[in-house]
């Protein structure tokens, strides 16, 4: 199985503030990659998919990028309802596809 | 609009068998895969299965092969997982979700099971 290590598990920063998120595949999924956001005591909601791709509706301070192993999420100004745990998730080799461990995003 | 609605919570013993259900609705839910996805408390998402409702064709991840059984009935545009011997450890949150290629664009609000003697 592909193994996914989404670093950091979390992450403390400001109102206004850059924020970045990276994942790493443990082969090459070239850009088979997909990002997620869940708000406590909800159901995940897509964000990004072929990791840079901005889901229909959601704010352009999101992006991503990257392809082969190793991928970025980035929040280019933190606003406060961003709040909550970003995953990234491969869908290179399904069964199985693998969601990284998750990072908790909170405000300082 | 697209939709998964989910059926509700569960509480169950040990060793009890449970089939939880999701709705598909806005679309037409042969068209599309569904996966579960698991999330035991505090933790993160893990895949488990999938099922192409058109014909019921299921791939499953090797954590879950055996333990779990994913179905379809296309007629009433509903997938299910169930469980014949519940175990403490299956207390979690359980999501199903449509794949629109490529990615799991629509989730259904969850199902808590919780297993306790």
């Known amino acids: 199985d592909i193994q996914m290590t989404q670093s950091p598990s979390s992450l403390s920063a400001s109102v206004g503030d850059r924020v970045t998120i990276t994942c790493q595949a443990s082969?090459?999924?070239?850009?088979?990659l997909n990002w997620y956001q869940q708000k406590p005591g909800k159901a995940p909601k897509l964000l990004i998919y072929d990791a840079s791709n901005l889901e229909t509706g959601v704010p352009s301070r999101f992006s991503g990028s990257g392809s082969g192993t190793d991928f970025t999420f980035t929040i280019s100004s933190l606003q406060p309802e961003d709040i909550a745990t970003y995953y990234c998730q491969q869908y290179d080799n399904l069964p199985p596809s693998t969601f990284g461990q998750g990072t908790r995003l909170e405000i300082k | 609009e697209v939709q998964l609605v989910q059926s509700g919570a569960e509480v169950k013993k040990p060793g009890e068998s449970l089939r939880i259900s999701c709705k598909g609705s806005g679309y037409s839910f042969t068209s599309y895969w569904i996966s579960w996805v698991r999330q035991m408390p505090g933790k993160g998402l893990e895949w488990m299965g999938r099922?192409?409702?058109?014909?019921?064709?299921?791939n499953y991840s090797p954590s879950f092969q055996g333990h779990v059984t994913i179905s379809a009935d296309k007629s009433i545009s509903t997938a299910y997982l169930q469980w014949s011997s519940l175990k403490a450890s299956d207390t979690a949150m359980y999501y199903c979700?449509?794949?629109?290629?490529?990615?799991?664009?629509?989730w259904g609000q969850g199902t808590l099971v919780t297993v306790s003697s």
């Open positions: 082969q090459d999924i070239s850009n088979y």
């Open positions: 979700a449509r794949l629109n290629i490529p990615a799991f664009s629509t």
């Open positions: 099922i192409d409702p058109s014909d019921s064709y299921t």
